[in-house]
């Protein structure tokens, strides 16, 4: 497998794209919604609301986490985690400013 040159891309570039990798997955989407709707550190109970087994609801966790979306702790027997309010925010203008710089230049021509 091909190693990615992140080093030849920005900051902001690896930034977004490691952001975006996050939320590449259905499954994280799913697990970030259970974390939104709960409002609180979920302790195990993912597992109860997702058609996923414990150890896949950890990988996704472990990619979402390294992200920076989610905070937590993994212990034997006892896995907790939120919603992390500094690196949500993170994502929503490193998402925003990449979505707005299109918006800001947008014209009709396009290729059809």
Known sequence: MPITKT???????N????VAKALGHPARIAILQVLMEQETCVCNDIVMQLPLAQATISQHLKVLKD???VKG???PN???YCINPEGWKLAKVILGDFMEAYEDQATDLCCD
């Open 7 to 13: 080093t030849s891309f920005n900051q902001k570039q």
């Open 15 to 18: 930034a977004l794209a490691h």
């Open 67 to 69: 992200a920076g979306l």
């Open 73 to 75: 702790e993994i212990a």
């Open 78 to 80: 006892k896995s907790c």
